[in-house]
């Protein structure tokens, strides 16, 4: 029999599990079992699971037939364990090194109390909190050999009101049939019965969990009806506590305990909606007129005075005094909070008042890199639709200066137009691969297609937190309240799909269509290969090497020279062309002075910086160097070598942050010095056996889902609503380069 049952119950938490499970299973103290209950889990949480049982004997998983909700899912796994102790964690969460062998030697030496509580630290997806509210208490009972009980100490009522902050003897929990009930704020009945319960309760003044407070997606966090469930758990607590007349002391704090998370819940702009409150204002009153107990005296304070208008007062008398407050509070924040809310809503109006009118169901709105044109993913999905889909009108936004680039027949709007707001304002379907405008509010039934910009390998969005040398000038939670309007985040990878869930905490589905753009590059034949060369201007039968760096975040401006572009050339030789093509950042910077100019139209160097289209880039190359461009993942589908030239790594990922060492698992090849990359291609090792296998392990991975169906397969299922397979398994790249690689040497 172990120490420890360690039950977790596992829903939609694919980007967070294995962080958890490996926090739990690396712990020095090793006599313990995981119980980890999936809850019918829809992502690829059963999946991992299953191979940590595999690997580690500890750990055994529950596959649930239905979703149970959380908290039947641990009573689920409550009913499988044999631990001495049993403990619940939150499967988005995470133990702190040395945990258990803490836990361990506090019930040790308080005797196998009924319950032990631990501190936790909020981990927000801004940063990490600071202490937390039960510090205090339990650091004043968290050494010695003593324990406390509730009757003599009520205050330890206020230690933190979840489950995952306690070890509980697993025969003081059933002997007392304690079980989880179904719904939201399921802890607080098992807290509170369980704490009231207790001859001995321990504490253990210690950092033991990381509390993780997800901007969207956990339940708590969504608001709607379902944080009406906090009435009838409260409700089953006072029905126990009726049938307990040797439990009429804790009557008077529980009650206050109660109003005050009832209170705290309503005050809540993520859990109750407006319209909603006055419901739950006077469910709160109901609550309150049939278990007040004799002699309650409120505490003091703003909660104090709320309490006692719940014996008088309507919502609104109730509600007047919380904005007369808060007013308040915003006076004293000076005019400057003022102005900014009354601009922001001022924006909006125009916009409003054309959103009045009901949607067009035939309406896409299309727009790519800024308003910059038809291009990526959303060109792809433009075309496609107006293949299969001629019904669906699309009108691009797109920027003045972009304007006179528009081919015929495509429609479109600049930015700020009249036509732009009413386009806007009507569109059922919007396609974007960067964020729309703040001042475009989302509306009901319009679907809202994110793209992305290809597979990211640098960190984005929220994980950009903790790099503010990288997140300089973007403000990320006004990043992530605009990716709130997305609902599909189109995916080529699983690794993408993973990144995306923790870089943008928001309500989207992901969905595995492969990426539109890289259909082209598929599906290309030798035909479209000479063309893109022949666009571009590469002399017949020469071997083309494009080099595409990306920026640096821990150099102003961006740009620092890796290679001397012109000894590069003139080191490829005699039946070589270089095509560089520079990160758009980079476009109007000093990168374009470094000899770019100079070396352009000589027949051994093509800038194709400002060619519209990247995928015709990729198509005329025969090879790609790259330092951290994510245009290495969309190269992959050609089938043609990779060199990474990595001379920098160490700077750039502590600058930036990565989600993983390319250097490591690269595509091909790596370089760390000019040196070494002349020498790649002077002897032919660039294109050799490994080149090709590490090239094909990359692929598998990272062009997972690249078929050469993405935009039709966007079309169909998320703009008519039709069906059709996924990405098949054992995909076959595109083609290699149309003449032979094996002849350049």
């Known amino acids: 029999m172990p120490r420890f049952s360690i039950i977790v119950p596992v829903f939609k938490v694919q980007g967070f599990l294995r962080e958890c499970l490996d926090s739990v299973l690396g712990q020095s103290y090793t006599d313990f079992e995981v119980i980890a209950v999936d809850d019918r889990s829809p992502d690829g949480c059963p999946a991992i699971l299953d191979g940590y049982a595999e690997h580690d004997a500890r750990v055994r998983v529950l596959h649930l037939a239905e979703n149970v909700g959380l908290g039947r899912a641990r009573n689920a796994g409550l009913a499988q364990a044999g631990g001495d102790y049993v403990l619940f964690l939150d499967s988005d969460d995470h133990y702190t090194p040395g945990l258990l062998e803490a836990v361990a030697a506090r019930l040790d030496a308080t005797g196998d109390p009924d319950i032990l509580v631990f501190d936790h630290v909020r981990t927000h997806w801004w940063g990490r909190g600071g202490r937390s509210t039960s510090a205090d208490l339990l650091a004043a009972a968290g050494t010695g050999t003593g324990t406390v009980s509730v009757r003599e100490n009520p205050e330890y009522l ?110 809540r702009e993520d859990r109750v909606r407006l319209g909603h409150r006055p419901d739950f204002y006077r469910a709160i009153r109901s609550f309150y007129a049939r278990h007040v107990p ?35 509070g915003v006076v004293a924040s000076g005019r400057r909070r003022v102005t900014r809310v009354a601009g922001q809503r001022a924006g909006r109006v125009l916009y409003a008042a054309r959103s009045r009118r009901p949607l067009d169901p035939h309406l896409a709105v299309y727009s790519a890199f800024s308003h910059r044109g038809v291009l990526g993913d959303p060109a792809a999905i433009h075309a496609k639709a107006g293949e299969i889909a001629p019904h669906l009108r699309g009108v691009w936004v797109v920027r003045e200066d972009a304007a006179d680039t528009m081919a015929p027949g495509i429609d479109f709007v600049t930015p700020g137009s009249r036509r732009y707001y009413e386009v806007m304002a009507r569109a059922t379907y919007w396609v974007n691969n960067v964020n729309w ?62 990144v995306w869930e923790r870089a943008y905490p928001c309500h989207f589905a992901s969905v595995r269509t492969g990426s539109p753009r890289n259909d082209v ?225």
């Open 437 to 498: 405008p703040g001042t475009l509010a989302k509306r009901p039934g319009s679907v809202h297609i994110h793209t992305h910009q290809g597979t990211p390998l640098k960190h984005m969005a929220a994980d950009l937190l903790a790099k503010p040398g990288a997140r300089h000038g973007f403000d990320v939670p006004k990043m992530l309240w605009r990716a709130d309007r997305w609902d599909h985040s189109l995916v080529a990878n699983r690794h993408s799909e993973l």
């Open 521 to 745: 590059l598929v599906n290309a034949n030798a035909e479209a290969t000479e063309a893109a060369r022949a666009r571009l201007g590469v002399p017949a039968g020469h071997t083309v090497v494009l080099y595409a760096p990306t920026r640096r975040d821990y150099r102003r401006g961006g740009h620092v020279d890796r290679i001397d572009l012109a000894r590069f050339a003139r080191d490829l030789g005699t039946g070589h062309t270089l095509v560089v093509r520079l990160h758009p950042s980079l476009a109007k910077g000093i990168a374009r002075g470094m000899g770019l100019a100079d070396l352009h139209g000589r027949g051994v160097l093509i800038d194709a910086t400002d060619e519209p289209h990247v995928e015709d880039v990729m198509l005329a190359a025969d090879v790609l160097v790259t330092d951290y461009s994510a245009l290495m993942f969309d190269y992959a589908n050609l089938d043609r070598p990779i060199v990474v030239h990595a001379d920098d790594w160490g700077a750039y990922t502590a600058g930036r942050g990565t989600y993983f060492d390319i250097t490591a698992d690269a595509p091909g090849h790596v370089s760390r010095s000019y040196r070494e990359l002349a020498w790649l291609f002077a002897s032919g090792t660039w294109q050799d056996a490994e080149s090709a296998r590490l090239g094909r392990g990359f692929r598998e991975r990272f062009c997972e889902f690249d078929d050469g169906l993405a935009a039709e397969r966007v079309v169909r299922t998320l703009m008519l609503g039709e069906g059709m397979t996924g990405p098949a398994a054992g995909r076959v790249p595109g083609p290699a380069s149309a003449r032979s690689l094996l002849d350049t040497h």
């Open 294 to 328: 004799e002699g309650f005296v409120p505490p003091g304070g703003t909660r104090g005075q709320e309490m006692r208008l719940l014996a008088t007062a309507s919502y609104e008398s109730f509600a007047a005094a919380r904005v007369l407050r808060e007013l308040r």
């Open 158 to 267: 206020h230690l933190f009101l979840v489950a995952w902050n306690k070890a509980y003897r697993r025969d003081f929990f059933l002997g007392h049939e304690l079980a989880y009930a179904p719904g939201l704020y399921e802890d607080a009945p098992v807290t509170y019965r369980s704490m009231v319960l207790a001859d001995r309760v321990a504490c253990l003044e210690r950092i033991g969990v990381e509390y993780r407070q997800r901007r969207q997606g956990a339940i708590t966090r969504t608001p709607g009806r379902r944080h009406f469930d906090i009435f009838p758990q409260y409700e089953s607590l006072f029905a126990f506590l009726r049938q307990r007349p040797d439990l009429a002391w804790a009557c008077p704090p529980l009650f206050e305990r109660a109003l005050d998370h009832m209170l705290f819940v309503l005050a």
